[in-house]
């Protein structure tokens, strides 16, 4: 058991009085003051669909823990609504809210010094948030996702919240009436849970069931199903038993766990936010991790299951079909994860997978069998060259071809963009540019789900394409490249593009160009002029001067000295 609050102080007699009276009135009896004190971390919320059904988890999760041998305290945290915000200024605070997620949980657990905590999350940024202050505190700890929504239906078509955000394109290019957009809307999300397809919190869940730090067939658990209660109580159980064996974040997250999950991505064709968000997490747990690194597991690992956003299946369909474990087993088969890393249950990957089948049910095609896989190398490709000269992350799965040169389209601004998408005045070859949106630019670096559903709406998917320095949701494919740094807002070179501009985005050979000559480029650096900041108080304004390049996971404390 880890040294702690109550090996410090409750044994000691002298302080021992004033401390147990505390605890005595939030339910302490003469029993409990030798059992761990376990946090519960939840972020329930009715603020969105994915986090309005986590205060009965945080319940099973407390009988869970009781039934252990812990006594649990429950806290709550925060949530941003990433398809509520979406397109508004309030996205700006979705990538801030991971980080006060994590500063949120480390602050109370440190200050009341827990044993161990679970924590309990839907909404993207719940996860990484989680698991930043799981690294930074290495207090024994497991991840419960509350659970993936069900798909919602119309005319035999499976919907999910993109859906919707594509009915608007649809709409606005004339393809679809307003009939049909209303019934979209009012179908694609038909009850509690996380956005239905491999879109970030699938992605996250999944990854970090991969990585050791959830149970096996957690990630892909529909919320409202009664296994995802049964689920997060055996979590509680398993969490206690760690904290007797002193099983800690960091002997469970290591450069091969992490490596285990980027495969995963991989061969999900998971969400781009992946990148950023496994870069903090590499940090906040001391790893070497950087862009290249996923570069070097993509050029090995296939796209193995068929899944939106590019796909047709949701989470529930890849639970179905055998989930993670399956895919896992897979990649294990044929030496593309480690076998002999640690899991939060004590024991590792390889004996977790043990009974797992070692090819996929002929009975479904979520997950294609080794020798047909959806695509031969992953999806998210890491994309340099002058105009990202730290990196970019494109993900090319989706699109029918893999470069294009056009004339730059250039906004300041999302909603700058998605004005001229919606009026027409974008058209086929394009290269649309949107800046001034990155980690310290935003601030926030906002997702752009509104203007790539638009373009995907509007049929021009596979002839635009778009790059920028903020992000893209989970849903989003076709021609699109984000997290480009060095970020406008500091004088990178996105920064200097000017309209009509020729840039090239390829693919294959993962470059990312201005094609202007280098003596031009210099003449505008020298006219170039730093924007005034957009916020000069308040989260955001403390967040731009604090966060770091997204090529280093956008984190806050990089720079942090005694």
């Known amino acids: 058991m880890s040294e702690n609050w109550r090996s410090k102080v409750v044994t000691e007699g002298v302080q021992r009085s004033p401390n147990r009276a505390m605890l005595r009135a939030v339910g302490f009896g003469d029993g409990d003051f030798q059992k761990p004190i376990v946090g519960v971390a939840s972020a329930h919320s009715t603020i969105t669909p994915c986090n309005m059904g986590i205060a009965p988890l945080a319940m099973k999760a407390e009988a869970g823990i009781r039934l252990g041998g812990g006594m649990p305290q429950l806290f709550g945290t925060i949530t941003v609504s990433d398809g509520i915000s979406m397109g508004t200024e309030g996205m700006k605070y979705s990538l801030v809210s991971r980080d006060v997620i994590a500063d949120s949980i480390e602050t109370a657990c440190n200050a009341q010094s827990m044993d161990g ?68 809307e009012r179908n694609a999300c038909p009850g509690a849970g996380s956005c239905g397809g491999m879109y970030t919190a699938n992605t996250m869940s999944s990854a970090f069931e991969a990585m050791g730090m959830s149970l096996m067939y957690s990630s892909t658990m529909a919320a409202e199903d009664p296994e995802k209660a049964e689920n997060t109580a055996l979590a509680g159980k398993v969490l206690v038993e760690a904290i007797r064996n002193n099983i800690r974040p960091r002997d469970i997250i290591t450069r091969q766990s992490i490596e285990n999950a980027i495969a995963v991505i991989m061969a999900v064709g998971g969400s781009t936010n992946a990148v950023l968000h496994f870069l903090a997490i590499a940090h906040a747990a001391g790893v070497d991790l950087t862009l290249d690194d996923f570069e070097t597991i993509r050029a090995r690992v296939p796209v193995l299951c068929d899944l939106k956003p590019s796909g047709r299946y949701v989470a529930t369909d890849l639970h179905q079909a055998g989930g993670i474990p399956q895919v896992m087993k897979m990649l294990l088969n044929h030496g593309l994860i480690h076998g002999d890393c640690l899991t939060i249950a004590g024991d590792t990957i390889a004996e977790r997978l043990q009974s797992v089948p070692d090819e996929p049910r002929a009975d479904q095609d979520v997950i294609r069998p080794w020798d047909h896989p959806m695509y031969a190398t992953g999806h998210l490709a890491i994309l ?171 984190v806050t404390d990089l720079n942090v000295s005694p």
């Open 117 to 184: 905590v679970l924590a309990i999350g839907g909404c993207d940024k719940n996860m990484p948030g989680a698991m930043i202050a799981m690294a930074r505190m290495n207090i024994p700890a497991v991840f419960v996702y509350g659970g993936t929504i069900k798909p919602g239906h119309l005319e035999g078509e499976d919907l999910t919240v993109v859906s919707s955000f594509e009915a608007v394109g649809q709409y606005s290019a004339g393809r679809i009436d307003e009939v049909r957009l209303m019934s979209v």
């Open 384 to 554: 340099k060259g002058n105009l990202a000269t730290e990196g970019a992350v494109a993900k090319i799965t989706g699109i029918k071809k893999s470069q294009i040169t056009g004339p730059a389209r250039v906004f300041d601004s999302e909603e700058a963009c998605l004005d001229a998408i919606l009026a027409g005045q974008i058209v086929a070859g394009d290269v649309i540019v949107i800046r001034y949106e990155g980690p310290k630019g935003g601030p926030g670096m906002r997702e752009m789900l509104a203007p790539t559903s638009a373009i995907i709406g509007a049929g021009l998917g596979d002839a635009v394409g778009l790059i920028t320095d903020g992000r893209f949701s989970g849903g989003t494919y076709g021609m699109v490249v984000g997290h480009v740094a060095p970020e406008a807002y500091v004088g990178g070179a996105i920064a200097l593009v000017h309209e009509g501009d020729s840039i090239t985005i390829d693919a294959t050979a993962r470059l990312l160009q201005l094609n202007v000559a280098d003596e031009e480029l210099q003449r505008r650096r020298a006219q170039w002029q730093k924007p005034n900041p957009r916020y000069t108080s308040g989260v955001l304004a403390k967040y731009a001067t604090l966060v770091s390049t997204s090529s280093l996971g956008a």
